[in-house]
């Protein structure tokens, strides 16, 4: 399967590349119709992931935006009247909108959003979780009998878990190395997001086909293996499986992940019990 590409949006670099799968980041919110043009002119557009500051009420949401694939990542919420009123709105859209882990309110509208039929998620940013919200949204999110909108990264654990394998859910925030890349403005290739920032590159474009045979690739997959030869207190945690010590860092300040991501293996377990298929809309064009 060949990588996706994540880079920010630059219409020069984007008319060199060809027949790319391609995730456009971007904070400009009346851009959206531009990109899925350009984008898709000479390549596929797989999904905008737009990060914006403010409130999500306050966002310009606009019918333009039908039709296209989009992951909103917004701090906080706003105003609840003024979301409802353009609900109708928000669900036509393929748009899944992703709240800030570090705002306990959060966790509540994401569970209003959901209620509203509108898919949402958690974004786990590098503030600090309340793991018992988080894991009420989950209870919420899977084992809730009324209908309601899909919420991640609950949904990709679910439908990914195995009880004798490793769950990466980097892939919903387009973080997973095995299936995505990361691409500055001269072509040049990371394995995540913060690599990229760091300027740790692994390869170019013109690399792409053998990218996965480089050394540095293979390593990193592998990566997580230090936390063991570390004997952190992550290595003997019963939901490393689902996690891979995504929180290690800020385990002494924020701890509590453990009983949740127990929590989200026990309602993997217990969705795969059940003998009828989930269906999920999807919101990413493959």
Not at 220 to 248: T, Y
């Amino acid at each position: 399967m060949q990588h996706i590409l994540v880079t920010n949006f630059n219409e020069n670099l984007l008319k060199s590349i060809r027949g790319k799968a391609l995730v456009i980041r971007t904070s400009d919110l009346f851009s959206f119709r531009n990109i899925a043009h350009v984008v898709n002119e000479h390549n596929k557009l797989h999904c905008i992931q737009a990060i914006v500051k403010g409130n999500l009420t306050e966002i310009p949401v606009s019918e333009d935006w039908r039709d296209i694939p989009i992951n909103l990542y917004v701090p906080s919420f706003g105003d609840i009247r003024t979301f409802i009123e353009k609900s109708g709105l928000w669900r036509n859209l393929s748009v899944r909108i992703f709240l800030s882990s570090s705002n306990p309110e959060n966790f509540t509208h994401l569970q209003m959003i959901a209620s509203l039929g509108i898919d949402c998620g958690i974004w786990f940013d590098k503030g600090t979780t309340d793991w018992q919200s988080a894991s009420d949204l989950l209870h919420y999110a899977i084992y809730g009998k009324v209908p309601h909108g899909s919420i991640e990264p609950f949904v990709y654990l679910v439908d990914h878990y195995h009880p004798t394998e490793y769950t990466d859910f980097s892939s919903v925030y387009f973080n997973n190395p095995t299936r995505y890349l990361h691409m500055d403005s001269q072509e040049n290739l990371a394995l995540t997001a913060e690599k990229l920032v760091a300027g740790d590159f692994i390869g170019t474009l013109d690399e792409l086909d053998i990218i996965t045979e480089k050394p540095g690739y293979q390593s990193a997959l592998i990566a997580w293996q230090d936390i063991f030869m570390a004997n952190e207190a992550c290595s003997s945690c019963p939901a490393w499986r689902v996690c891979l010590g995504k929180f290690s860092a800020t385990l002494d300040e924020n701890p509590g992940c453990a009983d949740f991501l127990n929590d989200v293996m026990e309602a993997a377990e217990f969705v795969q019990s059940k003998s009828g298929e989930r269906r999920v809309k999807q919101l990413c064009q493959l």
